[in-house]
Nanobody, 114 residues
Framework: VQLVESGGGLVQAGGSLRLSCAAS????????MAWYRQAPGKQRELVAEITKPGSTNYADSVKGRFTISRDNAKNTVNLQMNSLKPDDTAVYYCAARDIWGSYWGQGTQVTVFS
């Protein structure tokens, strides 16, 4: 299984970024997908998740600003991040979960400056 994130970068507060995660070596439609993040000195936390049928769940801190989506034809999951804040600065990880286990990408850095 391989999860490869892209789209991170440096952005000013109030701006937007779109993260993408390309999955391979797995049956994508059999996986719930999620984005996590980890800021320096903090624990990794769930940002957003999308189930196999497409139900979504968000951390309170990002509700109304972030949108998770999946494209089962392209084996990708995306995270559209709007109205970014300095507190959103973190390494963002793509994650997948099926009946056999959980899988993680290597992460992409998002830095929001004021």
């Amino acid at each position: 299984v391989q999860l490869v994130e892209s789209g991170g970068g440096l952005v000013q507060a109030g701006g937007s970024l779109r993260l993408s995660c390309a999955a391979s070596g797995m049956i994508f439609i059999s996986n719930d997908m999620a984005w996590y993040r980890q800021a320096p000195g903090k624990q990794r936390e769930l940002v957003a998740e999308i189930t196999k049928p497409g139900s979504t769940n968000y951390a309170d801190s990002v509700k109304g600003r972030f949108t998770i989506s999946r494209d089962n034809a392209k084996n990708t999951v995306n995270l559209q991040m709007n109205s970014l804040k300095p507190d959103d600065t973190a390494v963002y990880y793509c994650a997948a979960r099926d009946i056999w286990g959980s899988y993680w990408g290597q992460g992409t850095q998002v830095t929001v400056f004021s």
